[in-house]
């Protein structure tokens, strides 16, 4: 049997008890068992919080909701590389496995951070269909398949911040608005109703921490974990904010 | 008179819902919710969303649809609010449709529809694998729309307590506590909607997200709420067995075609691709041939419980079975079921559409849930419930994809009726003394549970309660069974008792969170274990052996739990069910109905 080369799991996490706190590293040595992933090795840490040097500790602190990669909460750094933990399957990890917190966040504890910043960013960009109101005025616009299958991938989106993780541009001095916001622009404006706020999106992609921020390093579209066609949604909102700005200029 | 203040606790597609018609007529909401509203479990939802449309030429009609839906559920729903409810799917697709979810297309661009359990109609809308992910998506960017106006106040990140009810016992507001700091606080309002989810934790490992534990249910039960139908749990045909959670692989994946089966010879060590197809046991087919693998959730639970333990022919004696995508091509696969496989390829590591999926009923969805009359109100004057966490759409098992209809018309009933009941409510005269107390009361028990100093571990404690609920409250039960579950949980009720918090910090303390939605999670699992014993009969998701019959002489009955305070447990009473649209006829799926 497999269990029988691998019997332990060696995880290494970095824990912070609050974000006033400078972080510190913990060992764990757990009994291996088949299709376990990151979340089953930290619900095993809780059910019994000893270090791999048999000091008791705290069970870790972390996001997470769903398991099955769709809620978007349980993103963290595993060996260096920003994941979800819920799809992060241990036989497919190289140990000991590294955990820590996202980089580009405020850390709350241990491995849960404060991503709101992307839902402010939604809110800038009006990521919304203005619909006149929820009473019955029949159907929607009709749309053909090509356009839905070209549409449907980015609703997908997750918001699980991994695109803004491994972003050399989003950081604090270029506050720049990241893939993911620019990705629902693209869907929004592309929708026949939602076009009706087309220039606004546009406008709050200008100025600082817009879309020219960009750096075309590709990293968001590489580490994806829904495979989204970021750089293409980049691209196109990209020369709608020209011609945007192209038009500004001789209106105004 | 002032705007009527709503307070809505969960923001998933029930929640959402509701949010929406509230800001819509002009009230304020404050939007609790433990995780971002946009993680909420509504995200899990497949395979698609109910409505007789009539697009495909079938003749389907609404009244079908509602036939469908109380025949589904073994006539133990109440019939008004569920005739409502499929006469609004239709225009509620619309609305969705406008609102920019990305549903699959016909050729001319109007809305595809697929078939599901439970009917012969093409009758469900979707969009792609992952519905429910774009319906939470469409309601949660009209809600931050409200936001960005002013009307919506999101709490994100707290955990409900408590109700704050008057000398009256009339709803003033909640309690509630910030999941980072900590903090206990009460917060006014005059009417509050519920609308948290299913109670998947109590069975430990489900197909529920991690939130799904029915705490807050519990907490309103336990301030004399009462609770409708907890025995009645579905218990998915398809899911895919983990560590950490079970997976659930979407009935879509029978809907476009997936067969189920497993060798016809016990003990086959073959290969599945060398098992040749007359050697292969197409069991719902040959049981059911009207409705092949597409048979109601239940009736195929119960069929491959009875090939994986009664004919022994599990998949290499593993309780498995097979369910098979890989005579389909795989364009139609990955253009209609992309998002499903791909969860199977992540998490198992086969690629579905070359390799037959491994799969096995697990615990889904809670049919019962806190008791509202036909205007969602619960039994608490100025509380309502929507969504999941309440018993009214289902009866005794839910037709796939009715669960997103149900969660978003509840939601579009309570928010309208919460607003009315708040204007006419009569603004409380006496002091607000009751806030303090019950600011009190919560901060007690808070430092009760940080300073208990025992030697049982929560999480080790919920495993137990996890094991005993699904072996002896799912699928088959019996009654010397659940009496042990019901004793054990009491057993485990003292343990709570004796708890220890290795963890006594007072910042973003998981385990101290986690511990009281435990003590949650044990009382109301005795409302599920008491009422399934008092149950004598066979009906939907319900199956007792030694009952195997549906009984509705006696049985035809809502149970109705209530919480003793005194003696620390359940009461039950039983109340009639409004069977007059549709007389009750057997429920029978090997033939026509």
Redesign the interface.
């Known amino acids: 049997m497999v269990g029988d080369k691998k019997k332990t799991v060696e995880i290494h996490i970095k824990r912070r008890?609050?974000p006033k706190e400078e972080p510190r590293w913990e060992e764990f040595s757990l009994p291996w068992?088949?299709?376990?992933?990151v979340?089953?090795a930290m619900?095993d840490i809780?059910?019994?919080?000893v270090t791999q040097d048999g000091k008791?500790?705290?069970?870790i602190?972390y996001?997470?909701?769903?398991?099955?990669?769709?809620?978007?909460?349980c993103a963290m750094l595993i060996n260096g590389k920003a994941k979800m933990a819920?799809?992060a399957?241990i036989d497919k990890l190289e140990q000991p496995i590294k955990i820590e917190p996202l980089s580009k966040f405020p850390v709350?504890?241990d491995l849960?951070v404060d991503r709101?910043v992307l839902?402010e960013n939604?809110?800038k960009v009006?990521?919304?269909?203005?619909?006149d109101?929820?009473y019955?005025?029949?159907?929607?616009?009709?749309?053909?398949?090509s356009?839905?299958?070209q549409?449907?991938p980015l609703?997908?989106c997750?918001?699980c911040t991994i695109c803004m993780e491994v972003c050399p541009q989003f950081n604090e001095d270029t506050g720049f608005v990241g893939a993911a916001a620019i990705s629902q622009v693209a869907l929004?404006n592309d929708?026949p109703?939602?076009a009706a706020l087309k220039e606004e999106r546009l406008h709050a992609l200008m100025g600082d921490g817009g879309i020219h921020e960009c750096g075309y390093a590709q990293n968001c579209v590489h580490s994806c974990p829904k495979e989204i066609p970021l750089t293409k949604s980049i691209s196109r909102v990209s020369g709608d904010v020209m011609k945007q700005a192209f038009k500004d200029f001789f209106t105004t | 008179m002032a705007k009527p203040k709503i307070i809505v606790v969960g923001g998933g597609l029930a929640g959402l819902s509701a949010v929406i018609k509230i800001a819509e007529s002009g009230g304020d909401v404050d939007l609790f919710s433990i995780v971002p509203v946009k993680r909420s479990h509504s995200v899990c939802a497949q395979g698609g969303i109910n409505a007789a449309k009539n697009l495909k030429g079938e003749g389907d009609t609404t009244a079908q649809h509602f036939d469908d839906t109380i025949y589904g559920g073994d006539f133990l729903a109440n019939q008004p609010p569920v005739k409502e409810m499929c006469d609004a799917a239709p225009a509620i697709i619309d609305l969705l449709d406008r609102m920019g979810v990305t549903f699959n297309r016909t050729p001319e661009g109007l809305l595809d529809f697929r078939r599901f359990g439970g009917t012969l109609y093409h009758r469900t809308a979707f969009a792609g694998a992952t519905t429910g992910q774009q319906l939470l998506y469409a309601l949660d960017e009209q809600v931050r729309r409200y936001e960005a106006e002013g009307h919506v106040t999101k709490y994100e990140h707290w955990e409900f307590l408590s109700a704050v009810l008057d000398g009256g016992r009339v709803c003033r507001g909640i309690c509630a506590m910030n999941l980072r700091t900590m903090e206990v606080r009460t917060f006014a309002c005059d009417a509050l909607i519920i609308a948290t989810g299913g109670i998947g934790a109590i069975f430990g490992k489900s197909t529920n997200s991690v939130v799904c534990t029915g705490s807050a249910q519990s907490a309103l039960y336990q301030q004399g709420a009462h609770y409708g139908n907890g025995e009645f749990i579905q218990v998915h045909p398809t899911s895919i067995p983990g560590e950490d959670k079970l997976r659930l692989m979407s009935e879509s994946a029978r809907g476009e075609g997936g067969r189920v089966w497993v060798p016809k010879q016990k003990g086959d060590k073959r290969d599945w691709k060398s098992i040749p197809e007359s050697e292969r046991w197409y069991f719902l087919e040959e049981w059911y041939p009207k409705y092949g693998n597409l048979v109601p959730r239940d009736v195929a639970t119960r069929a491959i419980h009875k090939v994986v333990y009664e004919h022994d022919l599990g998949i290499d004696g593993q309780p498995m079975v097979y369910l098979d995508l890989t005579h389909i091509d795989r364009a139609t696969l990955n253009r209609k079921l992309e998002g499903i496989l791909e969860i199977y390829e992540k998490f198992v590591g086969d690629d579905p559409r070359d390799v037959p999926m491994k799969i096995f009923p697990g615990m889904h969805y809670t049919m019962g849930g806190l008791w509202v009359d036909f205007k969602q109100a619960t039994t608490i004057p100025g509380i309502f419930a929507a969504g999941e966490c309440e018993y009214q759409y289902h009866g005794a098992n839910r037709l796939g994809a009715n669960s997103l209809v149900s969660c978003i018309y509840g939601g579009f009933s309570a928010g309208p009726e919460a607003v009315k009941y708040a204007k006419g409510l009569q603004r409380s005269a006496a002091s607000n003394g009751h806030f303090d107390a019950e600011k009190k009361r919560q901060e007690e028990i808070n430092s009760r549970l940080i300073s208990s100093d025992g030697s049982e571990n929560p999480f080790r404690l919920w495993r137990e309660l996890g094991e005993t609920m699904t072996r002896n409250c799912t699928v088959i039960r019996y009654n010397k069974n659940l009496q042990d579950t019901d004793a054990k949980i009491v057993e485990l009720l003292r343990r709570f008792q004796k708890i220890n918090l290795s963890d006594k910090s007072a910042w973003a303390n998981t385990s101290f969170i986690f511990s009281r939605q435990l003590y949650n999670m044990l009382q109301l699992a005795r409302v599920v274990a008491q009422g399934a014993a008092r149950r004598d009969e066979s009906r939907g998701a319900h199956y007792k052996p030694d009952f195997p019959e549906r009984d509705d002489a006696n049985f035809l009955k809502t149970t109705k739990a209530y919480f003793a305070a005194d003696a620390d447990e359940p009461r039950f009473e039983w109340e009639t069910v409004d069977t007059s649209l549709i007389k009750p006829r057997p429920r029978r799926y090997d033939a026509a109905k």
């Open positions: 008890t609050s068992k088949p299709g376990m992933n979340i089953s619900m809780a059910a019994n919080p008791t500790t705290t069970p602190a996001d997470s909701n769903c398991l099955e990669e769709i809620c978007g909460s819920c799809s399957l709350v504890r849960a709101s839902f939604l809110k009006k990521a919304w269909v203005p619909v109101g929820t019955d005025l029949g159907s929607g616009p009709r749309q053909t398949p356009k839905q299958e549409n449907y609703s997908r997750i918001s929004f929708h109703t939602g």
